[in-house]
């Protein structure tokens, strides 16, 4: 009799548990006083179900390398020159290859020095006689090198990815890096996909150059840039909104890049056009004076992602650390252009290899559908074991609301994701968690039929069916369990419903009906026959 | 006393009709092994081929020729379009293959092909996935991993609990992982390795006598695969949330399996032992009300969400269903009989030889 008032405590206290999880997850209730008392813990919807947008991004770890060897390569060059060596266009050879040429090869001591004390981060893979007393200098990143790089690539990525993201305002968003080279990005309950894509791709590489006010027409129509040129083209719209692309021939030193930037917002010109304004930081500021200054009447290119955006011509000095990029922007693509610029470019290309975007229409009515058909196929369970097992059947059937109690405060309490298959897992539950109480059931009946008494009955039939319905539960474990290792995240929602639906049944029917069997024996007058 | 739905003294002669059970089981599975053969195995969806899925509500219903021409983009390759979901609720599933767009770019093509030709009509775009080729191809992988090591644990498990064998069974678990360690080292794809797997789980099963493990195998590539073939005779898509209604068919199946199993060892055990088919059907007979309700009640539970659950969830649903009747199917008809196939003699639990007990 003591036992059966413990265990009686522990099934009550487990259900007060249960609702302080469950309770949260209600609006008026955590608004109200009794939402300061209990956990905070809430039950997450999945994009499925809240809308919004799941992006794979990979990001071109090959161009972040061919990047950082290119800018290696430019600063062994001034860092030689400082030390009298002259090493002539050293150039990416490949991907990954780093390809000068010693002009003076007696200096080769001398550069091997520097090379290992300096810049050990690649080494010579080919050092070849060009005949003409230079030396061809090839090298390659070491390993750590290009996972250096690529740490930092990533890392920057991400950076750079949750502070675009911060200036949308979402809710909760969820940005991780994944292995290899890919970031995914959750951004639950966004209305506008297409926007949030096109601020999160998009590389925002910004550079300064000036044009190169030798070519001329001809050149240009040819397309062959002459050395420390390169050929780009200039996009401009009509006023109707038809793109015009213009070649311009700009000189290959960057001047100046988006790195500087402090600030960057939306301004407006005299006619209402919207162009961006940018800051420049200290250093930014003075590099930005120097070159206007020695550049007047030249012209300077703004680079953005390859696209030369205007070339205005330098009036004069520009000191203060302010410049502006103009175009026929619309107000929002200047706004959208802003918050790039102020989040800072991403360090190399990103392309999208996956995106799912669910409307939030969409996952209402899936949440509505869900929870209706939870409903309908839980009550038809519940009527059909209340009439088949009549008041044993009735235990069933509160086990079954418990269990979908247990199921929901499990969620909140891990912190885990309700998505629709995730709804699918909790109404297979309501099929299946009734199996350990109709195999009880059926086992007590057994035992009553083969003549035993009624304590013996439901001692043996409980005691029979326990182990069975551990075993048979285990498989059933064991491939939510892989699905949550191998799944994504509505699959990985309907392996954690299925588990905590399995271990919630499992509990009820076993701990919750002995209680209510034991108590009804304690009471019972001698000769009746149980309900089952 | 009370409701009976299957009478508790029910005799039913299982291991008499099993040659008939077979041949049905048989002709289920050759049906379906050779659907996927004919078209080159399931259907994959957007998951697993790359792609893209676009579900687009309207608020009239549209044409689907007069969509299908207006649609009609480089951007979108392998054109589908499709109803989803109930007449009334004018929903589209517009489905084709990658091309060089970019999400965007197609959320444009779309937009602008609708509001060309369907100049009156409002649309709402619910849904897009775009899957590109190595998310594709390392989900694909992912599936298969999973169905994998599902095969392993599951395989090492029965073996371990239906013989009480665990050493054997980590030999078994030990040389499954050696004959995939060996295809990956030959770089054979996956999908090779899970049908090698499969079939070195049933060879081993069969070399060391563990024939309530062999059982439970048959039994869970009965389920699995008629589903499957079903589906594929349906022209219906394979994706992520199919493989999850596989892999819960294999636990059902398994569920049900061990539990028959677990009688017949009991009835071998306690009772006055009558040859093997007689424990067989006496087994199936007492654990026969069980297995119906239990199948019965989440069948209740799963058509409702397959009717009121939306487009959705259907499809997996649909597996579910199908997978939920091939378990209880074959769990009554296959499983236990198979027993008395593989290996009539019962060595490990000798039972004392009688005079027959009651039929």
Redesign the interface.
């Known amino acids: 009799m003591g036992s059966l008032r413990w265990r009686a405590i522990v099934a009550a206290m487990v259900v007060l548990l249960a609702l302080a999880y469950i309770l949260p997850s209600i609006p008026a209730v955590r608004t109200s006083p009794l939402g300061v008392v209990l956990p905070d813990a809430e039950i997450n919807l999945g994009l499925?179900l809240k809308g919004g947008i799941h992006l794979?991004l990979?990001v071109d770890l090959d161009t972040a390398l061919s990047n950082a060897i290119t800018s290696y390569g430019q600063d062994l060059r001034v860092e030689a020159r400082e030390k009298k060596i002259a090493l002539f266009r050293p150039r990416l050879q490949g991907k990954t290859k780093l390809e000068f040429v010693l002009v003076k090869a007696d200096q080769r001591a001398e550069l091997d020095a520097l090379l290992s004390s300096r810049f050990s981060q690649m080494r010579v893979v080919a050092r070849d006689e060009q005949g003409n007393g230079q030396l061809r200098y090839l090298l390659e990143p070491t390993p750590d090198y290009v996972k250096t790089i690529e740490t930092l690539t990533m890392d920057q990525a991400l950076k750079t990815i949750r502070n675009r993201v911060d200036q949308f305002g979402v809710a909760e968003p969820d940005i991780r890096k994944q292995q290899g080279n890919r970031i995914i990005i959750q951004l639950p309950g966004l209305a506008d996909?297409?926007r949030a894509?096109?601020i999160i791709g998009r590389t925002a590489h910004l550079e300064f150059k000036l044009v190169d006010e030798t070519a001329d027409a001809q050149t240009l129509a040819k397309g062959i840039a002459p050395l420390d040129s390169e050929l780009a083209y200039l996009y401009d719209k009509t006023p109707e909104g038809a793109e015009i692309k213009t070649p311009i021939m700009l000189r290959s030193e960057v001047v100046l890049t988006g790195e500087y930037i402090t600030d960057a917002n939306v301004q407006f010109d005299s006619y209402g056009q919207a162009y961006v304004g940018m800051t420049f930081n200290a250093r930014g500021a003075r590099i930005f004076e120097e070159v206007t200054g020695s550049n007047v009447k030249k012209r300077l290119a703004i680079v953005l992602d390859g696209k030369v955006h205007s070339a205005p011509v330098i009036q004069d000095r520009i000191s203060g650390g302010r410049a502006s990029i103009t175009g026929q922007f619309t107000t929002e693509e200047a706004h959208d252009l802003a918050v790039v610029l102020r989040a800072g470019s991403l360090p190399a290309p990103v392309?999208?290899?996956?995106?799912?975007?669910?409307?939030p229409?969409?996952g209402q009515?899936?949440i509505e559908?869900?929870m209706?058909?939870?409903a309908?196929?839980?009550i038809?369970?519940l009527l059909?074991?209340s009439?088949?097992?009549?008041r044993a059947g009735l235990i069933a059937a509160f086990e079954v609301v418990l269990d979908m109690a247990l199921i929901l405060a499990g969620m909140a309490a891990f912190g885990a994701t309700l998505t629709?298959?995730g709804?699918?897992g909790i109404?297979?539950t309501?099929?299946?968690a009734?199996?350990a109480n109709?195999?009880i059931y059926?086992r007590i009946?057994?035992e009553?039929?083969s003549g035993a008494a009624i304590g013996a009955a439901i001692r043996d039939g409980f005691e029979r069916a326990t182990?069975?319905i551990f075993?048979?539960?285990?498989?059933?474990?064991?491939?939510?369990v892989?699905?949550y290792?191998?799944?994504?995240g509505?699959?990985r929602g309907?392996?954690v419903t299925?588990t905590l639906g399995i271990l919630a049944s499992m509990f009820t029917a076993i701990f919750v009906s002995r209680i209510f069997f034991d108590a009804w024996l304690a009471r019972r007058q001698p000769g009746t026959?149980p309900?089952? | 006393?009370?409701?009976e739905?299957i009478r508790?003294d029910t005799n039913y002669d299982f291991v008499g009709i099993r040659k008939y059970a077979y041949a049905l089981s048989a002709i289920l599975l050759l049906i379906g092994v050779f659907l996927l053969l004919f078209k080159g195995g399931p259907r994959y969806g957007v998951d697993f081929a790359g792609g893209i899925n676009i579900?687009v509500?309207f608020n009239q219903g549209v044409e689907l020729d007069a969509l299908r021409v207006a649609l009609d983009s480089p951007a979108l390759p392998g054109l589908v379009v499709q109803n989803f979901g109930d007449a009334d609720a004018h929903e589209v599933l517009i489905r084709a293959a990658m091309s060089s767009a970019?999400?965007?770019e197609i959320?444009d093509v779309v937009a602008q092909s609708l509001n060309a030709s369907f100049s009156g009509v409002g649309h709402?775009?619910?849904?897009?996935?775009?899957?590109?080729p190595?998310?594709g191809a390392d989900?694909r992988e992912?599936?298969l991993?999973?169905i994998f090591?599902?095969i392993l644990?599951?395989a090492t498990?029965?073996s371990g609990?239906f013989e009480q064998r665990w050493m054997v069974a980590g030999l078994m678990a030990a040389a499954l992982s050696a004959v995939v360690y060996v295809l990956e080292l030959l770089h054979a794809p996956m999908s090779m390795s899970v049908i090698a797997a499969t079939l070195a789980t049933l060879v081993l099963c069969a070399v060391l006598r563990l024939k309530y493990a062999l059982g439970a195998m048959v039994a869970l590539i009965h389920d699995v695969m008629i589903p499957l073939g079903i589906f594929s005779l349906l022209n219906k898509e394979v994706d992520?949330?199919i493989?999850?209604a596989l892999?819960?068919i294999?636990?059902?199946s398994?569920?049900?399996t061990?539990?028959i199993y677990?009688r017949i060892r009991e009835n071998m055990r306690t009772k006055l032992s009558p040859s093997l088919d007689q424990i067989i059907n006496r087994s199936v007979n007492?654990?026969l009300?069980?297995t119906i309700?239990?199948g019965?009640?989440?069948?209740?539970?799963?058509?409702?969400?397959y009717?009121?659950?939306?487009a959705?969830?259907q499809d997996?649903?649909l597996v579910?269903i199908l997978g939920i009747v091939a378990g209880t199917y074959s769990s009554i008809f296959v499983a236990s009989p198979i027993l008395r196939a593989f290996n009539p003699r019962i060595d490990d639990e000798p039972a004392p030889k009688t005079v027959q007990a009651e039929a």
């Open positions: 499925d794979t990979g996909p297409k894509i096109s392309t999208i290899l996956e995106e799912r975007t669910v409307g229409s969409l009515e899936s559908k869900g209706f058909a939870a309908v196929g839980g038809a369970v059909f074991m009439i088949y097992y009549r629709l298959p709804i699918a109404i297979l309501i099929g299946m009734v199996d109709v195999l059926e009946r057994e009553l039929r182990l069975t075993d048979s539960n285990l498989t059933t474990i064991i491939a939510a892989i699905l290792q191998f799944g994504t509505p699959v309907f392996a299925l026959q309900s089952i | 006393m009370s409701f739905l508790h579900q509500k970019t999400a965007n959320r709402e775009i619910q849904r897009l996935e775009m899957v590109g190595k998310v989900l992912k599936a991993q999973a090591y599902a644990l599951i498990y029965i609990r992520l949330t493989i999850a892999l819960t294999v636990g059902y398994l569920n049900d061990i539990i677990d007492q654990t009300s069980r309700i239990t019965g009640t989440t069948l209740i539970a799963v058509s409702a969400l009717v009121l659950g939306g959705v969830i997996f649903c579910m």
